[in-house]
Each structure stands twice: as C-alpha cells, then as structure tokens.
C-alpha cells in the first residue's frame, strides 16, 4: 500500500506562492521594530527602561547631574518634592523611590565629597564617603503612592554633609558622585 503523499504531489509554483502568502514566524526575544525607531532618541530610551524586565543601564554624567542637584525650581518652594521628582522622572521601573535626596550646591561643589572620610551607607551599599563642606539640600520622603504617578512626597529642608557613593569616570579621570544617600547633620 501507497501513502496518500506520493500520490499527490504539489506543482513547485503553486508551493511557492503558498509559502510567499503565509505570515513570517515570529522571533522569541529581541526583533526589530520599526515604530520605536520613530520616537524621540529620549523618549525610545524612557520607554525601554521602563517597560524592561532586566537590570537597568548606568545612568550617564547628564542623568546623574539632573538627578541629585537642584533645578530651575527653588529649594524653598512648597511642595518641592512632588514637583521636581515627577518633572526630572525620578523612579525605578515607575516605582516610586521612598526616599530621594536632591543637593541645593552645583555639581562640581559635590564633587568634592567624593574624596571625603569613608562613612557607612544605608540600602546595602557598602561604599560611601561624606562631603567636608555643609550644604543646603532636600530630603524627599514618600508619603503615598507606589507608581510614579500617585507619587505624593514629604519635602524635608536640610543642612549637613552629603553622603555619596561615587563612581569613576573614565573621561575627567576623577570619581564623581552618583548618588546621595543621607546628609549627616553637624554636631
């Protein structure tokens, strides 16, 4: 007995077509799509963060500077917090930060903390050091929310020394600060 498949066999152009017609397979894991393409190069690169699954990229010198000094919106403000941490888009995957310090001092007056006294961090960083020089600056203390936009923050004026963790940079060939972590209070 025959199988039915020698028996039948399919013109090569009539298979052909068949095959043009039928959709692409799709790819499992990273595939070209043309519509990001189209966005912004900033906001492209929001929305991979934020829509990511891994681990998040280093933030760059720019990022690190409008994350953790002051912006055009002054210190004393009411609800300074609130503001400035939705309009600098400070979060973590749209998550809101439970505490966020922001320095009222130019960035390059914080750079100096990096070469400070070697101090204990908070959230598991084993490397800080604080600054030398008293500074101005807010302490941002989640009230509500868990998604940046319920975000509501307590704004809390300061003046002490910055506890920073610094990293290094390749270009200036200095550490620079990249996050503050605390501001120890003067004695």
Not at 90 to 116: D, N
Request: charged share 25%; with cysteine; proline share 7%.
């Amino acid at each position: 007995m025959k199988s039915l498949i020698s028996k039948f066999t399919w013109p090569l152009p009539l298979l052909l077509l068949l095959l043009l017609l039928l959709p692409p397979p799709k790819l499992h894991g990273n595939y070209w799509d043309y519509r990001e393409y189209e966005l912004e190069p900033e906001l492209r690169d929001f929305l991979r963060e934020y829509e990511s699954t891994g681990p998040t990229k280093p933030p760059t010198i720019k990022r690190i500077i409008e994350m953790i000094t002051v912006g055009e919106q002054p210190l004393d403000e009411y609800g300074y917090c609130d503001t400035e941490l939705k309009t600098k888009q400070i979060h973590y995957k749209g998550r809101c930060y439970p505490e966020h310090y922001i320095a009222g001092v130019s960035y390059q007056k914080l750079i100096k903390a990096c070469s400070g006294e070697r101090v204990q961090c908070k959230n598991g960083v084993k490397f800080c050091r604080r600054g030398t020089d008293l500074i101005e600056g807010v302490r941002c203390v989640l009230e509500t929310g868990k998604r940046m936009v319920d975000c509501t923050y307590k704004t809390i004026h300061m003046t002490g020394y910055p506890v920073v963790s610094c990293q290094w940079d390749k270009k200036a060939q200095i550490f620079i600060p990249n996050h503050i972590y605390n501001m120890l209070l003067p004695e």
